[in-house]
Every structure is written in structure tokens, then in C-alpha cells.
């Protein structure tokens, strides 16, 4: 039963996200380039757990929990909660979810003081640098 919950949540969480962000980007001109940064990172960190999965029932070369927990942080989290849950990888390991969760929780931080002034202006500059 609790993992029915968990997946629930698991899916709830990252789609109301997801959600969130976009409505910010059509209705109060929240910068796009943050969604499409959401939405390829976490389609990539899905993509890695599942390669990795992949590789620990082949018992191969397996993907650090350090770059996984780079992904999530660096915005790629709702992907990495949806692939957790649809391929029951990372799920058991009590001290990976511990980090896991402190790196959403950083992301979201990141991204709370990103939608601040002065955290906007520093975000137009760094992506004017790209531009």
C-alpha cells in the first residue's frame, strides 16, 4: 500500500511541477529557457536510470550516485522521481533517497531565488552569455 502512495506521490509531485513551471512561463512571463531546462534534464536523468538499471541486472558498468544526484540537482529531479518509480531503481537505498531529496530541495531553493529580482537579473546574464 505505501508503495502505491509513493508512486502516486512520486508522479503527482513531478507533473504538478512540471505544470507549475509552465503555467509561470505562459501567464507571468517566467523565463522559458527555465521549463526547456526542466523538461530536457529530467528526460535525460530518465534516461540515465534507466541505463542504469540496465547495467546493475547485467552487472556492468554502473552510473555513480554522484552524477544522479548532479542531475536532480542541476533540475533534472522529476524525471529522476518518475523513472524511480516506473523502473523500481533507487528506491530501496535509504541513504541515496536522503540525498536525493536534500538536492530537490536545493533545486527548488535555486529556483525560489531565481523568480527573485535580483536572482533574475543574474539568470538574464548568464544566459545572455549563451545567447
Known amino acids: 500500500m505505501m508503495h502505491s502512495?509513493?508512486?502516486?506521490?512520486?508522479f503527482a509531485l513531478a507533473?504538478?511541477?512540471?505544470?507549475?513551471?509552465?503555467?509561470?512561463?505562459?501567464?507571468?512571463?517566467?523565463?522559458?529557457?527555465?521549463?526547456?531546462?526542466?523538461?530536457?534534464?529530467s528526460l535525460f536523468a530518465f534516461a540515465i536510470y534507466a541505463l542504469d538499471k540496465n547495467a546493475a541486472?547485467?552487472?556492468?558498468?554502473?552510473?555513480?550516485?554522484?552524477?544522479?544526484?548532479t542531475?536532480?540537482?542541476?533540475?533534472?529531479?522529476?524525471?529522476?522521481?518518475i523513472a524511480q518509480q516506473v523502473?523500481?531503481?533507487?528506491?530501496r537505498k535509504q541513504p541515496f533517497r536522503i540525498v536525493f531529496w536534500g538536492t530537490v530541495v536545493l533545486n527548488l531553493c535555486a529556483l525560489t531565488w531565481l523568480s527573485t529580482p535580483i536572482g533574475s537579473v543574474y539568470f538574464q546574464s548568464l544566459i545572455g552569455g549563451f545567447a
Open 57 to 69: 541486472q547485467q552487472d556492468t558498468w554502473r552510473t555513480s550516485e554522484s552524477f544522479l544526484h
Open 87 to 91: 523502473l523500481r531503481h533507487k528506491t
Open 15 to 41: 507533473i504538478a511541477f512540471l505544470t507549475t513551471v509552465a503555467v509561470a512561463v505562459a501567464l507571468f512571463d517566467f523565463p522559458a529557457p527555465i521549463l526547456g531546462g526542466y523538461l530536457g534534464l
Open 5 to 10: 502512495f509513493e508512486r502516486t506521490f512520486s
Open 71 to 81: 542531475l536532480a540537482l542541476a533540475g533534472g529531479w522529476p524525471g529522476a522521481l
